[in-house]
């Protein structure tokens, strides 16, 4: 059996999980979208984890709110911090090799769930520092890499994987870059009211593959964040991340239902929509109004 998962930390730890349940030949990754816009090929037999369902698939192991659940199927869905956490609680007493991972998920429910501290943002340790080594690309290229993670996810000690070399080196990166993206992120960012806007619009796309959760402890007072970037292959479109704080957990806003009123979408906490550059001000005004509305 084939086993599909969104490659973040999560997925990794589903992966990890499922080999010991399922006989799994291959580990393929996707991004969410292409599950739903049929660009990623899912086939009969398919177990499918972190991602949204599929119709062709065998099995489907989720726990993302906004995705759509189908009438029948084979698997789990419930709202929880992480899919892998719903597996390892599902299974653990009949696949007795899962128990030791106890540790493992609840850390990954902690990255998941964006349940992070202020101290775990800015001075990750452990499995939460080896999370920020993942970072989901829509070319898909890291492949090998995360092969080789869910293989270093047997081994149950962050403090031993973190020693190996490849992650080591991947972790190395990511600290010597973390400075530099904090001072990139103080200068780009203004509060307006209880909005922290970030504009990336003069910053390379290769800078900004950090830790997204920096800006709530940089700006505790923030209780959403709007990020600006460039897309790459769209010219004179810009994409509008908008998230609450995971620190400051005030707002009350369904973020996705105002998102649509824009063109976008997303869940209560998260959204995104694109639009074209030269209407950029007039639609900033009204929704840093509107986000300062109570
Ligand atoms: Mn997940």
Same mark, same amino acid.
């Given at each position: 059996m084939r086993l599909i998962v969104r490659p973040d930390f999560d997925g990794l730890v589903c992966a990890l999980y499922l080999k010991k349940i399922f006989r799994i030949s291959a580990v393929a990754y996707s991004e969410p979208k292409d599950i739903q816009d049929g660009v990623f090929q899912v086939q009969p037999g398919d177990i499918i984890a972190n991602l949204p369902y599929h119709p062709n698939c065998s099995w489907w192991f989720d726990h993302h709110a906004s995705n759509e659940i189908p009438e029948s199927f084979r698997g789990l869905f419930e709202i929880a911090p992480s899919a892998a956490g719903l597996i390892w609680k599902a299974y653990k007493d009949q696949f007795p090799k899962l128990q030791p991972f106890e540790y493992l998920t609840e850390q990954t429910d902690i990255i998941d769930g964006a349940l992070l501290s202020k101290e775990d943002i800015l001075n990750p340790q452990g499995y939460i520092l080896l999370s920020m080594t993942v970072v989901p690309s829509? !070319?898909?290229? !890291?492949a090998d890499y995360w092969d080789y993670l869910i293989d270093c996810l047997e081994v149950n000690d962050p403090h031993q994987i973190l020693s190996d070399p490849i992650p080591a080196a991947r972790v190395a990166k990511f600290l010597s870059g973390k400075k530099e993206f904090e001072d990139v992120l103080l200068r780009s960012s203004k509060m307006k009211g209880k909005v922290v806007l970030t504009d990336f619009l003069s910053v390379s796309s290769d800078d900004l593959s950090q830790n997204r959760f920096v800006v709530y402890a940089l700006f505790p007072e923030a209780e959403v964040s709007i990020t600006l970037t460039r897309m790459k !292959?769209?010219?004179?479109l810009v994409k509008l991340n908008v998230a609450k704080s995971v620190l400051n957990r005030k707002s009350e806003l369904h973020i996705g239902f105002i998102l649509r009123e824009f063109g976008g979408g997303g869940h209560s906490g998260a959204g995104s929509t694109r639009i074209e550059e030269t209407r950029l001000p007039e639609i900033l005004a009204l929704l840093i109004d509107r986000f300062n509305q109570d």
């Open positions: 829509h !070319d898909l290229t !890291d !292959d769209k010219q004179g």
